[in-house]
């Protein structure tokens, strides 16, 4: 039920993009993107809902495939500031329930 | 103000003690979360406040008892903890349901020896 997410780690240097994927066993209503520093709280980058709606920051883009229960986070012209741990979160319909994948961790070196 | 604050930062406890771990929030969120953060592992939740009643409790142990006192406030009271509970317990809130972004406080160490 937990949520996938691939690469499993990914290592940058500053100006360089990557995509970070999260794949569901389940149909999803939303995807959130959270990005975690070493001894951080999580922080809140992006939400999609189902139907298309996006919500979250301009320096980083997302897509969600309904279909494919599958979304994707854009990260272009990465900076030292975008190194750290990446969850995308999955919710259900009508529920406060949201289960957070396996993670990405992403480092970004001058 | 979109600050979720929790106390204390750090706790080592025995097993045989009983401690609360603290979270509020002055956002004006109607649901409050509480979730266990091991070691380069995803949060793991534990249980959902909404409207200031427990609407879900994801099997924890009753050694793990949650309280919404109001809907600013959010308490995790520990009894009987063991080594395998030593974990970062983060709290966070939101304005509803799986739509709306979740704000999560820095979150307390916990060590139980």
């Known amino acids: 039920q937990q949520p996938v997410q691939s690469p499993q780690a990914v290592i940058l240097r500053e100006g360089e993009d990557a995509v970070i994927n999260c794949s569901s066993s389940?149909?999803?209503?939303?995807v959130h993107w959270y990005r975690q520093k070493h001894g951080e709280a999580p922080v809140f980058l992006m939400i999609l809902l189902k139907g298309g709606e996006q919500k979250g920051h301009d320096k980083i883009s997302a897509s969600f495939n309904e279909k494919k229960q599958q979304s994707s986070l854009y990260l272009t012209a990465s900076q030292l500031s975008y190194s750290g741990t990446y969850f995308c979160?999955?919710?259900?319909?009508?529920?406060?329930?949201?289960?957070f994948g396996t993670g990405t961790r992403l480092q970004v070196f001058p | 103000d979109t600050e979720v604050t929790q106390t204390p930062k750090h706790l080592v406890m025995g097993m045989t003690n009983k401690k609360s771990l603290k979270c509020e929030q002055h956002m004006g969120h109607r649901a409050m979360y509480w979730y266990k953060q091991k070691a380069k592992k995803p949060p793991e939740l534990m249980f959902v406040y909404s409207y200031e009643k427990l609407s879900i409790n994801e099997s924890v142990p009753s050694r793990f008892s949650p309280e919404c006192p109001n809907s600013s406030l959010l308490n995790l009271h520990l009894h009987a903890l063991q080594p395998e509970d030593s974990a970062l317990y983060l709290c966070?809130?939101?304005?509803?349901?799986?739509?709306?972004?979740?704000?999560f406080g820095p979150g307390t160490r916990l060590t139980v020896t």
């Open positions: 389940k149909a999803l209503y939303s």
């Open positions: 966070a809130s939101s304005q509803a349901e799986e739509t709306y972004e979740q704000y």
């Open positions: 979160g999955t919710g259900s319909y009508n529920t406060d329930k949201l289960i």
